[in-house]
Structures are given as C-alpha cells and as structure tokens.
C-alpha cells in the first residue's frame, strides 16, 4: 500500500500511521507533517477529506476581524486593486492546470520507477530473511537469546520474592550499566530486526 501523502509505498512490516476517520494509511513522518502543516488560518484535512482539526483563524470572530474584512472587501473592489486580483486569480488557474498536468506527468514516472524497481527491492527482502534466518541459527544468536531469557526468568522470580528491594539498587549492586528493563526486553531477535531493517 502507498502512503497518502508522499504516496511512497510503505513496507509490510514498516510502521504505519492512521487517522480517526478512514483506514488511509501514512508513513508516521508524513502523518505527523500532515497534522503539524496546518497553520493559524489553515483546517488540518486528511487524505479522505475529513476535517481533523479546524483552525482557530476559521472560529475567530470578532468585531475587529469582522470590521477588517469588511474594509478589505471594499478595497478589493476598487478599480486600482481589481486588476491585481484578476490577475492573481489567473495565476491560480495557471498552477491548478500545471499542477494538474505535473501530478499526471509524477504518477506515471512513479509507475515506471515502481516496476523496475520492485524485483531488485523483492530480492534485497528474500535476501535479507536468508540472512536473519542463517544468524537465528548461529551459535552466538543462540548463546545470547538463551542468556537473555534466564536471566528475565531469574530476575523475574528475585522481583517476586523480593518487591520492596528498589530497581536502582539492585542495578548498582549487580553493576549493570545499562537499565534492567533494556537488558531484559532488548531481546536478540529485536536487535536481530532492527539491525537488518530497511531505512528511509
């Protein structure tokens, strides 16, 4: 599946991002872009066209906006101003036809790149499983995931016998540098993972 804002697609087993109103998905970066784009006068709007947050220039009213807009009205109609805004408004047509034909032109160099590139992308990901498939075998995966997982069961039944003993001193005692929670969740499979994981 593609994101809906880069419309990059986005890896299986890649982080993803939703929105409360619809199952359109976002790399996480470009979900959190989205909802930080909107500006004081700018409604935040997903991909589906839900309004996800209105902005507080659309709800702002008071006399002295009211009265500003009003001022500016007039302004506009005036026959000094009319050319400028005739014009402004044909340079908005301008960029809705360029971008209109730039967004035809992007989505089929996308398609292109997308179909010479996915099978060396399909091989990098069949290469990648051989080889985390050939590390989960070796002796040193196996030492370390078996090293890990006794000592969670050991620490796990100290906890029990003794709760009021405090995680700091035991640390200290132990003369462990890292935390306990790192040394007991920092599994071999998920430094496995995140070793050969595809970065953006």
């Given at each position: 599946m593609n994101c809906a804002r880069c419309t990059i697609t986005i890896e299986p087993d890649g982080k993803k991002m939703q929105m409360p109103c619809c199952d359109t998905v976002y790399h996480p970066q470009c979900g959190i872009d989205l909802l930080c784009g909107g500006g004081y006068w700018d409604d935040i709007?997903?991909?589906c066209g839900t309004i996800l947050h209105t902005s507080q220039g659309s709800t702002y009213d008071s006399s002295s906006y009211a009265a500003n807009v009003e001022a500016g009205n007039v302004l506009l109609d005036t026959e000094e101003v009319k050319?400028?805004?005739k014009n402004l408004k044909k340079k908005l047509k301008e960029i809705a036809e360029a971008q209109k034909e730039f967004e035809k032109h992007l989505n089929a160099e996308h398609s292109v790149f997308e179909e010479s590139v996915m099978p060396q992308?399909?091989?990098v990901r069949t290469l990648r499983e051989t080889y985390i498939?050939?590390?989960k075998?070796?002796?040193q995966f196996k030492r370390l995931n078996g090293a890990k997982i006794?000592?969670?069961s050991m620490y796990g039944k100290f906890h029990k016998k003794y709760p009021t003993i405090p995680l700091i001193a035991l640390r200290n005692k132990i003369k462990c540098r890292r935390s306990i929670w790192r040394m007991r969740y920092n599994s071999a499979a998920y430094m496995l993972k995140r070793k050969f994981r595809f970065k953006r």
């Amino acid at each position: 599946m593609n994101c809906a804002r880069c419309t990059i697609t986005i890896e299986p087993d890649g982080k993803k991002m939703q929105m409360p109103c619809c199952d359109t998905v976002y790399h996480p970066q470009c979900g959190i872009d989205l909802l930080c784009g909107g500006g004081y006068w700018d409604d935040i709007v997903c991909g589906c066209g839900t309004i996800l947050h209105t902005s507080q220039g659309s709800t702002y009213d008071s006399s002295s906006y009211a009265a500003n807009v009003e001022a500016g009205n007039v302004l506009l109609d005036t026959e000094e101003v009319k050319p400028q805004v005739k014009n402004l408004k044909k340079k908005l047509k301008e960029i809705a036809e360029a971008q209109k034909e730039f967004e035809k032109h992007l989505n089929a160099e996308h398609s292109v790149f997308e179909e010479s590139v996915m099978p060396q992308v399909e091989a990098v990901r069949t290469l990648r499983e051989t080889y985390i498939t050939a590390i989960k075998q070796s002796p040193q995966f196996k030492r370390l995931n078996g090293a890990k997982i006794s000592f969670a069961s050991m620490y796990g039944k100290f906890h029990k016998k003794y709760p009021t003993i405090p995680l700091i001193a035991l640390r200290n005692k132990i003369k462990c540098r890292r935390s306990i929670w790192r040394m007991r969740y920092n599994s071999a499979a998920y430094m496995l993972k995140r070793k050969f994981r595809f970065k953006r």
